[in-house]
């Protein structure tokens, strides 16, 4: 069991920059370190599916989505075997980039918070 919890969703306007933070905690009785899990940020707008916006297995070793890659970096911290941090930088925030935000962790299940709404608007 995976507890994850995400801040740092707003208002912003186009062109701005917003940075989500997102903490995966393990329960107690897990034996699975948190960085054996990928780490992963998707988003969903309404009417929309929910999409893959950036993901990281490892630090440094990190995937992004064509809409998102050179806009977007993804980062992970381990300071702690049950805990891990996952942030999301957003540069050059558009509109398009509306959506609620989820933070992912998957390993032996897949694990989701509840969400942050970031809104790119003038």
């Known amino acids: 069991q995976v507890q994850i919890v995400e801040s740092g969703g707003g208002l912003v306007q186009p062109g701005g920059s917003l940075r989500l933070s997102c903490v995966a905690q393990r329960s107690a009785d897990s034996i699975y370190p948190m960085d054996w899990f990928r780490l992963s940020w998707y988003r969903q707008a309404p009417g929309n599916q929910r999409e893959l916006v950036a993901t990281i297995t490892s630090p440094g070793s990190a995937n992004y989505s064509d809409s998102t890659k050179g806009r977007f970096t993804i980062s992970r911290d381990n300071p702690y075997n049950a805990k891990s941090t996952v942030y999301l930088q957003m540069d050059n925030l558009q509109p398009e980039d509306t959506a609620v935000y989820y933070c992912?962790?998957?390993?032996?299940?897949?694990?989701w918070g509840q969400g942050t709404q970031v809104t790119v608007s003038s």
């Open positions: 992912n962790a998957q390993f032996n299940g897949d694990y």
